[in-house]
């Protein structure tokens, strides 16, 4: 059964300047009143008192607005016309939410979200009782903090202990978690990921008059990463996109960055842990389609993902993004990655899994990298020139273009032959053991790629430009949250992350 979001479980309840942000104002107005057909206020009901508790919040701002636009005093500088713009903006952004909080007040007030809340209570594993209606502050999409009335649903407490833990079932219909409405959670979650830093990200918000602890920034984001995860885990797909019939890229990679491990033993003078930072690699992966000049298809986004835990947690990735796209029914697929065995001993495990056709397969080793270990074979041999080894670098290239891997392999026979060079002996390993996946000029004869720049320009864009950094550190648990919002964000696709993250009734932890 679906399962609420621990998040919601506590211990207890609880620019513009005047004359432009008018229509807006009408329009919010409007949409207010449009929705405010309740029916006759029940007398066991206290949302409808918090209802009109907001209503006369409303009828305040108003009155400050219109007694704003009346004044006559003008604007004859610009330090009085910021200040004029300022107060317009915290007033209207104030009733903004105001008109948010009456509709979301609303909702929790009729019959069919109450219905909506005792199904999904009764469907949780645990069993939830009713504890009545509780006043609860929120976090609009202006950042102003306003106050309705929801009914919390709690656990039995514990043995010697009055209070237990529950959820406000109501609100998470609504998509409000952690106290915080979706626009604003999805906005905090889109300027932590594109900022530098959670600071700057906080900053950019207070600017905005959003002023938000940096706890809550950083609870917000990592819970709108959190519950995408969980939800497309869960089989929650909202997507009808398809690969049948194209021909599709799927490159893979890793980078590098580092986690911050407390260490065991007694804390500093200061109280704190002393710990470790450590590399570790994070792997990623890009799915893309290709037209028929074998260039990336700009009409569609691509697909961006990465873990740290490991090559096995990638592959599962990789199968469950390419069973959601149909890849069985795709036209071709080219598997394209550096020399790294962790990736190639995978690869067969894959193709068998979707059923392809050796035909519709392509495995390939980027030629560029392949050109950097031919570059290594030639400073190897101490006994040639600078310009020996450029012209058989040079010659050796040519022939992997025209499809001569025969003559390349003999090159490297003959060029590594009767040596105890361990660099010449890794070398040759390395081209007999990636022989088959050399094919260049086929590819190039059939309009595909044979270069792996798009996960190499992830890896620089998703890791090098926000996780890694002199001085930066990452709890390992937040890296991989990180990861994927980067991930959502570089390839394009955040309404999708959206949509997954406010998805209600997903299967999260209480």
Same mark, same amino acid.
């Given at each position: 059964?679906?399962?609420?979001?621990?998040?919601?479980?506590?211990?207890?309840?609880?620019?513009?300047?005047?004359?432009?942000?008018?229509?807006?104002?009408?329009?919010?107005?409007?949409?207010?009143?449009?929705?405010?057909?309740?029916?006759?206020?029940?007398?066991?009901?206290?949302?409808?008192?918090?209802?009109?508790?907001?209503?006369?919040?409303?009828?305040?701002?108003?009155?400050?607005?219109?007694?704003? $636009?009346?004044?006559? $005093?003008?604007?004859?500088?610009?330090?009085?016309?910021?200040?004029?713009?300022?107060?317009?903006?915290?007033?209207?952004?104030?009733?903004?939410?105001?008109?948010?909080?009456?509709?979301?007040?609303?909702?929790?007030?009729?019959? !069919?979200?109450?219905?909506?809340?005792?199904?999904?209570?009764?469907?949780?594993?645990?069993?939830?009782?009713?504890?009545?209606?509780? !006043?609860?502050?929120?976090?609009?999409?202006?950042?102003?903090?306003?106050?309705?009335?929801?009914?919390?649903?709690?656990?039995?407490?514990?043995?010697?202990?009055?209070?237990?833990?529950?959820?406000?079932?109501?609100?998470?219909?609504?998509?409000?978690?952690?106290?915080?409405?979706?626009?604003?959670?999805?906005?905090?979650?889109?300027?932590?990921?594109?900022?530098?830093?959670?600071?700057?990200?906080?900053?950019?918000?207070?600017?905005?008059?959003?002023?938000?602890?940096?706890?809550?920034?950083?609870?917000?984001?990592?819970?709108?990463?959190?519950?995408?995860?969980?939800a497309y885990e869960a089989g929650h797909w909202p997507v009808g996109e398809t690969l049948a019939g194209r021909r599709v890229v799927l490159s893979l990679d890793g980078g590098r960055l580092r986690i911050r491990t407390n260490k065991r033993g007694r804390k500093t003078a200061k109280r704190r842990h002393r710990y470790s930072t450590d590399w570790r690699e994070p792997k990623l992966m890009v799915i893309y389609v290709v037209d028929q000049e074998g260039r990336a298809d700009r009409r569609e986004c691509p697909w961006l993902d990465g873990t740290l835990r490991g090559p096995e947690a990638l592959l599962a990735l990789i199968r469950y993004y390419l069973s959601r796209l149909g890849v069985g029914q795709a036209d071709t697929l080219v598997v394209l990655a550096d020399g790294a065995r962790w990736i190639w001993k995978r690869v067969a495990e894959l193709i068998a899994h979707f059923g392809l056709r050796a035909e519709q397969v392509y495995e390939v080793v980027d030629f560029y990298h392949v050109v950097e270990h031919l570059g290594t074979v030639a400073k190897a041999r101490s006994d040639w020139t600078e310009g020996s080894r450029q012209a058989w670098v040079k010659t050796q290239r040519r022939r992997l273009l025209q499809g001569h891997l025969d003559q390349v392999l003999d090159a490297l026979t003959a060029v590594c032959r009767r040596r105890r060079s361990p660099v010449l002996q890794r070398e040759y390993r390395y081209f007999h053991h990636n022989r088959h996946r050399l094919n260049y000029a086929k590819l190039k004869a059939n309009h595909l790629p044979i270069g792996s720049g798009a996960v190499e320009s992830a890896i620089r864009r998703v890791v090098n430009l926000r996780l890694k950094g002199a001085g930066m550190f990452w709890g390992e648990e937040t890296a991989q949250e990180m990861l994927m919002l980067r991930s959502y964000y570089k390839a394009g696709r955040w309404d999708l992350l959206k949509k997954l993250a406010f998805f209600p009734t997903s299967p999260l932890a209480a």
């Amino acid at each position: 059964m679906k399962r609420l979001d621990s998040g919601y479980f506590r211990r207890g309840g609880h620019g513009e300047t005047l004359d432009s942000c008018r229509e807006d104002l009408d329009h919010l107005w409007w949409f207010w009143t449009a929705g405010n057909h309740l029916e006759e206020t029940p007398v066991d009901n206290p949302g409808h008192e918090q209802l009109e508790a907001i209503r006369a919040q409303i009828q305040d701002v108003q009155a400050r607005l219109e007694a704003l $636009g009346q004044r006559t $005093g003008g604007v004859l500088d610009v330090a009085g016309l910021e200040a004029i713009e300022q107060e317009a903006r915290g007033s209207s952004g104030q009733l903004s939410d105001l008109l948010v909080a009456a509709q979301v007040q609303v909702a929790l007030c009729s019959a !069919e979200l109450r219905a909506e809340e005792e199904a999904l209570v009764q469907g949780y594993p645990k069993k939830l009782r009713s504890a009545g209606w509780r !006043e609860v502050e929120l976090r609009c999409s202006h950042g102003h903090p306003v106050k309705v009335k929801a009914r919390y649903f709690s656990r039995r407490p514990a043995r010697g202990r009055k209070r237990a833990k529950g959820c406000y079932p109501g609100l998470v219909l609504l998509g409000i978690y952690d106290h915080s409405t979706p626009v604003l959670a999805a906005e905090v979650s889109l300027m932590v990921t594109a900022m530098g830093s959670l600071a700057e990200a906080q900053q950019a918000l207070a600017s905005q008059g959003r002023k938000l602890d940096l706890k809550t920034v950083r609870t917000l984001s990592r819970r709108v990463a959190q519950r995408a995860r969980q939800a497309y885990e869960a089989g929650h797909w909202p997507v009808g996109e398809t690969l049948a019939g194209r021909r599709v890229v799927l490159s893979l990679d890793g980078g590098r960055l580092r986690i911050r491990t407390n260490k065991r033993g007694r804390k500093t003078a200061k109280r704190r842990h002393r710990y470790s930072t450590d590399w570790r690699e994070p792997k990623l992966m890009v799915i893309y389609v290709v037209d028929q000049e074998g260039r990336a298809d700009r009409r569609e986004c691509p697909w961006l993902d990465g873990t740290l835990r490991g090559p096995e947690a990638l592959l599962a990735l990789i199968r469950y993004y390419l069973s959601r796209l149909g890849v069985g029914q795709a036209d071709t697929l080219v598997v394209l990655a550096d020399g790294a065995r962790w990736i190639w001993k995978r690869v067969a495990e894959l193709i068998a899994h979707f059923g392809l056709r050796a035909e519709q397969v392509y495995e390939v080793v980027d030629f560029y990298h392949v050109v950097e270990h031919l570059g290594t074979v030639a400073k190897a041999r101490s006994d040639w020139t600078e310009g020996s080894r450029q012209a058989w670098v040079k010659t050796q290239r040519r022939r992997l273009l025209q499809g001569h891997l025969d003559q390349v392999l003999d090159a490297l026979t003959a060029v590594c032959r009767r040596r105890r060079s361990p660099v010449l002996q890794r070398e040759y390993r390395y081209f007999h053991h990636n022989r088959h996946r050399l094919n260049y000029a086929k590819l190039k004869a059939n309009h595909l790629p044979i270069g792996s720049g798009a996960v190499e320009s992830a890896i620089r864009r998703v890791v090098n430009l926000r996780l890694k950094g002199a001085g930066m550190f990452w709890g390992e648990e937040t890296a991989q949250e990180m990861l994927m919002l980067r991930s959502y964000y570089k390839a394009g696709r955040w309404d999708l992350l959206k949509k997954l993250a406010f998805f209600p009734t997903s299967p999260l932890a209480a």
